[in-house]
């Protein structure tokens, strides 16, 4: 080969495969990312995504490994920020897991992965990031710490992925999920809005969820009526309106069962737990406000 040739890599459709359907986003990250010698990746001028995804392995760990997403093109790639300059990414090789010694009951924790001289690692801190001063959401006030997913811990220091509770959410390559419960059937002779169920889910501030509740209700007295509906708030005062307005069922007034649905989609207002609450009433006369198959979900992307 002739002194000074060109022996970069040439990064064209037949590197590539014609047909790809993600051929064009392929050729223009594999152009733009420059290999070093460290193992680093400088990313200047790419759009800055991650390959890992943050979950609940026991009771007492959660672990960040490789996304199996379909929709993950970043392979076992995460994103740093240097002190100053461009981020870069490291490998992640094996999934990174990290206990929960140390922590508190009944606090959620931000899981921030750090380079440790060149090997990904992790730390869980109270610390809220920062999402919209830097090119990757951060730790506030520390651009070496990406953040990668959050977890809460119960009263006895553990970390909870349950059908009811969902503790554990990664911030990348998020798969749609859902806390659920269902109710054969339930009754109450109260004419105020009483609780039957309640879910949890951890949610950034933004993102979004749905409410959703089906089934049957009815008055078991002829000629009386009851109420079901959702609600975000622990408590509907008296026989006041949900904090969902709109999610409410009157039933008919013969006392046979009629069925329901009701739906309510919600963005998160700050970075926590997010309720929802499952309330029935008796609104006329006598009788017992009655629910049974009842499908109570947050769906939600975690």
Known sequence: MPIGADVSAQYTEEAVGGGHPTKARVIDRLALVEHHVDGK?????????????????????????????????????????????DPYFLPLGAAKTISN????ANTAYYAYAYDNSGVVALELSAAAPDLTTNKLPIKTGDVTRTLVGMARTDASVQFVDTAAQRFVISFWNRVKRAAASDISIASTPNAV??????????????????????????NDTAGHTSNVTLSKDPTIAGTGASTFPNSL?????????????????????????????LFIRKTTGSGLATVGQVRHEIVFWG
Do not use: M
């Not at 609780?195 to 501030?205: D, E, G």
């Open 193 to 218: 809005w009483t609780s039957l169920n309640n879910l949890q889910v951890l949610a950034f501030a933004g993102d979004a969820f749905e409410h959703r509740a089906s089934g049957f209700q009815y």
């Open 101 to 104: 010694a140390g922590l508190a």
């Open 41 to 85: 990746h400088n990313a200047s001028k790419l759009p800055v995504g991650c390959g890992g995804y943050f979950r609940q392995s026991t009771a007492t760990e959660c672990r960040l490994e490789r996304s199996t997403s379909p929709g993950n093109l970043w392979g076992d790639a995460i994103p740093f920020n240097p002190v100053s300059g």
């Open 249 to 277: 069922f009157n039933s008919p007034a013969g006392g046979n069962p009629a069925g329901f649905g009701l739906e309510r989609l919600e963005a998160a207002a700050a970075n926590g737990v997010q309720d929802s609450f």
